[in-house]
């Protein structure tokens, strides 16, 4: 293999490349990136066997070829260089590297030893803009468990159906629900599926964090193929394919409450200021007490820390129905209410031990459901 490609281009690569990898003492070709040349581009491949990632980059290719080289040493090395033209080639199962006055060589191990990255068989197919993507799984990947425990609710859920896309997340104490109307004026030109019937993808956390990496600023198409087991986001010149969780994602539908005995709605920018001070007085429980006074037309936000002090803030709302003071972790609340569009928010409750649900007033694609903390 002979190629030239510049520093800037091969850099990027190789950064989201490396976040694939993972020290494997057990088989350490795993550690290593697969370079080879496909059809006049120099190709990057990684994989950890959960998931898979390639791309593309623009190169002059003298010769093909292939070869699997360090990783974390090939990125250090390459994100030192000056930003000028690269040469690469293989001699003797070592890959030289020349940029400028600067040269070096790595010793490599056979590309033939590499994993093959599978395929997926694209029996479902959805194409999405990128910021739309971007936007409706940063709105619930927050709520997500951190913990593999329970895979299937350490991920993203997906809910396809003729109508809509629902993208859902749960820890076990909030819900994260985000719905695209495929109907919708704003989203025509912006979405396209092809499907015979509704789907349920279960998305690794993970596979997501990544993606949302990988998007950053785009602005353009991301074609998404899913079979039964695999799923493959096309960025163009970057190929991310993941494991799908298997097994069914829980009933998340039983805990949506269908009524509120208290309705109380409040300026969102008020709320989140409030909370965030309050949470400089909270406790180790991260606690915070809101309570409504409908006699006074306001929300209480309180926290009270016995060694160090209190806080307390009143809000202007417009409250209906009966007055309840309830306790929640306000991380967990501020995680909500930073992913609501909008100026004003709808707080509904049922008492003070039951989950309560954040929603814009306007507009039903997000809503947010939070189970209170009992007993403090």
Known sequence: MNITCTQENLKESLDHALRIVKQNSTLPILNNFLLSTDKGRLKISSTDLEIGFTSWISSKVLKDGSITIPAQLLSQFIGNLPKKNINLEVKDQKLHIVCDNIKASISGLNSDDFPIIPKVKDTFNLVVNSKVLKESLSDVVNSAALSSARP??????????????KFISTDGFRLAHKTLLLSSEYLKDKIRVDFSKSQNIIIPLRTVGEVLRILGDKNTEIQINVDQNQILFNFGEIHLISRLIEGNYPDYEAII??????????SKNGLEEAVRLSGCFSSRLNDIILKTISAQSCLEVFSNNNEIGNHKTNIDSEIKGED??????????????????????ILEFNGDQKPAVVKPARGIDFFYILMPIKNV
């Open 324 to 345: 309840v003071s309830i306790t929640f972790n306000w991380r967990y609340f501020l995680d909500g209410l930073k992913n609501i569009r909008g100026d004003e928010i």
């Open 257 to 266: 409450p269908k009524s509120s005995e208290t309705r109380c709605f409040v």
């Open 152 to 165: 299937e609710i350490s991920s993203v859920y997906l809910r396809v159906e003729p109508d809509c896309i």
